[in-house]
């Protein structure tokens, strides 16, 4: 069960390190992401007083990019492609498949925070159409049973954890 | 800086280098249509409609980000561009709701007159509007986000005009709005309620709360009559009344484009029901109208009643800070010449006007420099910047703009407060007692005089010294070497309760520099508020931080007219143009031009004032535009003092405390109510005039004491502004340019040292320390009185307006966490406070910027309850305790019934 508390530690260390330096924003927000899974509210705050920046331009960048998330993401982050290429492919009916198998809508996140299915505009791997990423890991010439054995590996590997 | 030519729509041009094509145009009456371009934000380049066509190569710039080029070839409305800026348009109105029928910007709408310019009739594209909810619970602002047009200009001002910060874009594309943190409503935003975004909003997304719909019939330019900036105006009329404020047009006023929550919201006091339409008498106990004539004549009658029996010295004249340059002239010229006594002064004495005339008297009378640090604008040229015990986040809003847009440009703030204040933060080192709880008993007294004292002595050690300036102006500075090198540094480390690092730091960033320093009430009203201000001057001279630009001393005038007052000589020791009484060649200057006698002697001060009736020896007092009975401290002291008086005449607008106990009322005009001047802390005197007439019988108190000063005898007294202001110009030269009623400077222009006048020395003064006190355990803590933005001074207007009055800020006092932990207390419980002097009760709120055994109180909320804890003690007295702190005692109360 992913626990809703903020590590404030970890977030003071994260921070420290990319102080002082204006342009420093997006690499300290990608690190909070990946270090504690996403970007808490209540960490802005603190991220712009470090940055000498104001709260709501921290907050413009964040809401900004798609790439950023405010609210806990699961531990398996799956994109699933609906580009062009992929589209043709049959994207979209691999998309019900795993909509189906994790039954969780696009945008939404399992309830025990393992894991959150989002979509992208294109993954630019258009010759592994019909694709899509889990974390940082590229899955192509995908179909329903590839999906579900892929699924099943990281329901397998999570379960470890 | 190089001139290139270039040619807009057949006209040849020039214009510097650097400036962009459509200020160029600008610069020569070619209009160029524009919804995100403002002349004091940078450029943007968002809209397009700025889109110009190049002639040579028949590329289209947007005219405000592109720089002029020489022999650039330009048309503004070839028929390419034309079709380009209706296509921008017709997409905008195709997300625009199709309210304009009932949209109250009317008229005012930029997007709806570049539309109607444009000719643009139905819109043939699909029409998606992007609703977005509307928000007005605050009392101030209206936004209607699905009329924004993501010009930028609200942000844009809100980060680089004003520094709050509150706002900035989420998201992106078609569902990109300006947004505060987690799109919070803006009263629970880091908003200061400024209004600035309003004014500048092209589309009425963004408007203020009035009751007044649609576009006012005029506007009229103005100076706003609440605090010393001196901003200007722009006063929206409808039916004789105010209706509406924004910044002025003009380009080189104080404020631009900025104004503050008050400047911007607080107007509506100018209609309140509260207001003085009629002369009224007192008639057995009760106040009943009259007529002019009688009141008058009552007045007169019985002042040279009194004075006959009592002789002049029985009566009092305590004129107004906030009353205009030529009133306060006229007042202060009946009460010396007809009345022939110098008792005369004015509110100002509780903001810091003592203070002015501390500097003024240490300034050299050669006149070949000045203390003061002049205009706001030179704070950009500043090398540092030191404030001391001032909060101009809340006191002078938009000087505050100026320190935080110097800041975030580099320079170097210097704050010393006992809370964190806005400023702490923006600030490059925070000076603050640490917090060791012995000293907290100690440091609200002596923190600002041994943090002087200690930074004196190490920046004389640090070879901060500017010996040359020294050794031509100055002398005693051997003396006051040597005070320094035996000082005691731990000692001064260890009552001001201060933190080594802290004070390096803040040593590293003074050194070697011109110093331009900012005091405020924390410094100035308390108790060895003198003592610091002399060592200020003493590290000011020692570093020779006078007459360079933008160093020396900006002293916080918190009154629109307190500087105004004080030159116009509406004090007890001095005459207009800060002439001396005691000085029996300054007296003759002006009694050659009244051709009456001027008493001798210094007159009684405001307190001495109240404290002479209650002894009996004073037995009238003629008050305009004061409200003592709110403002002083001990107000039964006050009450009982007031009412031992044989007479109290009233001259006021709005009918307060001190209205309520007088035995003649005479009602007065407002600020856009009459013409007059202002001169603002920056020494520049301001002229303004009616936007609207008084209400009701009110007369503007310039007429009223011309009115009196015929019923006592003296026909002749010019009362008109022109004439006064030749009458004072034959004295005070430089106040001759305010004739010309064109926004003149009275600052002593001439900044740099003229050393050919080398004559008196001015003279360091010697360095003091504070001495100990102890405190009982009776009152643990120690109370920090200041103001909120939302008021002004006592709050006798600002309490009138409906806006302010509605806003959610109670004015709840603050308490450090770690206290109200060992209190049980959380927000909004009710505390009972006592004081040596009395008590109050008020609700709560948990702050981390205040230290344990420290709570803040604001002033002002509650018709100034705050004064109950306070005594009245003259200022600038060495027993004195000052007025912005006392020892206090917490407790907790039962909670209030539920009451507004």
């Not at chain 1, 802005?44 to 798609?66: D, K, M, N």
């Not at chain 2, 929550?261 to 009259?290: C, M, Q, W, Y």
Request: some cysteine; proline content about 5%.
């Amino acid at each position: 069960m992913k626990s809703t508390e903020i590590d404030w530690e970890k977030l003071a260390d994260i921070i420290e390190t990319h102080t002082q330096k204006k342009w420093g924003l997006i690499p300290l927000l990608q690190k909070v992401q990946e270090r504690i899974g996403y970007i808490p509210p209540e960490s802005i705050e603190a991220i712009a007083a470090a940055l000498g920046l104001y709260p709501s331009q921290v907050q413009g960048v964040i809401t900004f990019y798609a790439g950023f998330s405010t609210e806990p993401r699961g531990k398996c982050v799956l994109k699933v492609c609906r580009g062009t290429a992929c589209h043709v492919k049959g994207g979209k009916s691999i998309l019900r498949v795993i909509q189906k198998d994790l039954d969780l809508e696009e945008g939404e996140t399992s309830p025990d925070y393992q894991f959150t299915l989002e979509t992208a505009a294109c993954l630019g791997a258009c010759f592994l159409a019909p694709a899509m990423m889990v974390d940082r890991e590229y899955y192509g010439k995908l179909n329903p049973t590839k999906v579900g054995s892929v699924i099943g590996e990281y329901r397998k590997q999570k379960g470890e954890d | 800086m190089e001139t290139i030519s270039l040619t807009i729509n057949g006209n040849k041009i020039s214009c510097p280098e650097g400036q962009s094509i459509l200020e160029a145009a600008e610069a020569h009456d070619i209009k160029i249509p524009k919804l995100c371009y403002h002349h004091s934000l940078k450029p943007f380049g968002a809209c397009r409609l700025c889109l110009v066509e190049d002639e040579k190569t028949g590329k289209l710039y947007a005219s405000c980000v592109t720089p002029a080029a020489p022999d650039m070839v330009i048309h503004t409305h070839s028929p390419q561009i034309i079709k380009h800026r209706r296509n921008i348009v017709l997409l905008m109105m195709a997300e625009h709701p199709e309210s304009c029928i009932v949209c109250n910007k009317g008229n005012r709408c930029h997007l709806r007159l570049i539309a109607a310019e444009l000719g643009i009739g139905e819109n043939a594209l699909y029409p998606m509007p992007n609703f977005a909810p509307l928000e007005q619970a605050n009392p101030f602002i209206t936004r209607d986000l699905s009329k924004c047009i993501l010009c930028g200009k609200c942000i844009r001002a809100d980060h680089e005009l004003v520094c709050a910060g509150a706002i900035d874009y989420n998201s992106r594309g078609f569902n990109s709005r300006p947004v505060t943190l987690h799109e919070l409503p803006l009263e629970q935003s880091s908003c200061t309620f400024c209004g600035t975004c309003v004014s500048i909003c092209p589309t009425g997304a963004l408007s203020a709360k009035v009751d007044f719909v649609g576009t006012p019939e005029k506007e009229s330019t103005s100076i706003c009559g609440f605090c010393g900036v001196g901003c200007s105006l722009d006063l929206g009329v409808a039916g004789n009344k105010v209706v509406d404020v924004n910044p002025s047009h003009l380009k080189n006023s104080v404020n631009d484009a900025t104004l503050c929550v008050r400047g911007h919201f607080a107007h509506d006091f100018l209609n309140s029901e509260k207001r003085l339409t009629h002369p009224l008498i007192r008639h057995e106990d009760e106040l009943v109208p009259t007529t002019w004539d009688d009141a008058l004549e009552s007045a007169a009658t019985r002042i040279l009643e009194i004075k006959k029996q009592h002789g002049p010295d029985s009566i009092g004249f305590l004129g107004s800070s906030k009353c205009s340059n030529e009133e306060n002239y006229l007042f202060q010229k009946i009460a010396r010449t007809l009345i022939q006594t110098n008792n005369v002064d004015n509110g100002g004495y509780t903001s810091g006007r003592l203070f002015l005339d501390l500097v003024d008297q240490r300034t050299d009378k050669a006149g070949r420099f000045n203390f003061f640090a002049g205009p706001l604008a030179g704070i950009e040229q500043a090398e540092v910047v030191f404030v001391l015990g001032a909060e101009p986040a809340h006191t002078a809003p938009v000087f505050d703009y100026y320190l935080k847009r110097s800041a975030r440009k580099g320079l170097p703030l210097i704050v010393a407060s006992h809370r964190e204040t806005d400023l702490a933060r923006d600030a490059a080192s925070w000076i603050h007692p640490h917090g060791s709880s012995a000293a907290a008993h100690r440091t609200i007294d002596t923190f600002y005089l041994e943090l002087i004292n200690l930074i004196s002595a190490r920046l004389l050690t640090g070879e901060a010294v500017d010996s040359s300036f020294i050794s031509r102006f100055t002398s005693g500075f051997e003396h006051y070497k040597e005070d320094l090198l035996s000082l005691d540094q731990e000692a001064c480390m260890t009552k001001a309760d201060l933190n080594s690092e802290t004070i390096s730091k803040a040593i590293d960033l003074l050194a070697g520099k011109k110093i331009t320093f900012v005091v405020g009430d924390g410094l100035m009203l308390q108790r060895y508020g003198k003592e610091a201000m002399e060592a200020l001057l003493n590290l000011a001279l020692m570093t020779g931080s006078i007459g360079y630009n933008g160093a020396g001393f900006h002293v916080m005038s918190k009154e629109n007219n307190l500087v105004g007052a004080w030159d116009m000589g509406t004090v007890p020791e001095t005459l207009p143009g800060r002439l001396m009484i005691d000085s029996e060649n300054d007296r003759r200057r002006w009694e050659e031009i009244w051709e009456a006698e001027i008493p001798k002697s210094r007159g009684l001060d405001l307190i001495q004032m109240v404290k002479s009736a209650e002894e009996g020896r004073l037995k009238a007092l003629y008050i305009m535009g004061e409200n003592p009975l709110r403002s002083l401290p001990q107000p039964d002291f006050i009450l009982n003092s007031l009412k031992s008086l044989e007479l109290i005449v009233a001259q006021d607008i709005l009918c307060g405390e001190t209205v309520e106990i007088a035995d003649l009322v005479l009602p007065a005009a407002a600020f856009s109510e009459k013409a007059g001047s202002f001169t603002n802390m920056e020494g520049k005197i301001q002229c303004f005039s009616a936007a609207v007439p008084p209400p009701g019988q009110a007369k503007s108190d310039l007429e009223i004491l011309g009115l009196l000063a015929e019923k006592l005898g003296a026909p002749g007294y010019k009362s008109n502004n022109e004439e006064i202001r030749k009458e004072i110009s034959s004295t005070i030269t430089s106040f001759s340019d305010a004739a010309a009623c064109k926004h003149p400077i009275w600052i002593r222009e001439e900044t740099q040292t003229d050393e050919s006048l080398v004559e008196e020395q001015i003279r360091f003064s010697p360095v003091t320390s504070s001495q100990d006190t102890e405190r009982g355990d009776q009152y643990p803590f120690i109370a920090l009185f200041g103001s909120l933005r939302f008021h002004l001074g006592s709050g006798t207007r600002t309490e009138q307006s409906a806006r302010i009055s509605d806003c959610d800020v109670k004015g709840e006092i603050e308490v450090s966490p770690t206290d109200a932990e060992k209190m049980s207390l959380v927000d909004s419980d009710r505390i009972r406070i006592r004081s040596a002097a009395g008590e109050i009760e008020r609700d709560i709120r948990v702050n981390r910027t205040i230290e344990a055994g420290y709570i803040y109180i604001p002033t002002a909320f509650n018709s100034n309850d705050a004064r109950n804890l306070l005594r009245l003690e003259p200022l600038l007295e060495n027993d004195s305790s000052g007025w912005n702190s006392c020892p206090v005692s917490i407790e907790k109360a039962e909670t209030a019934a539920v009451d507004k």
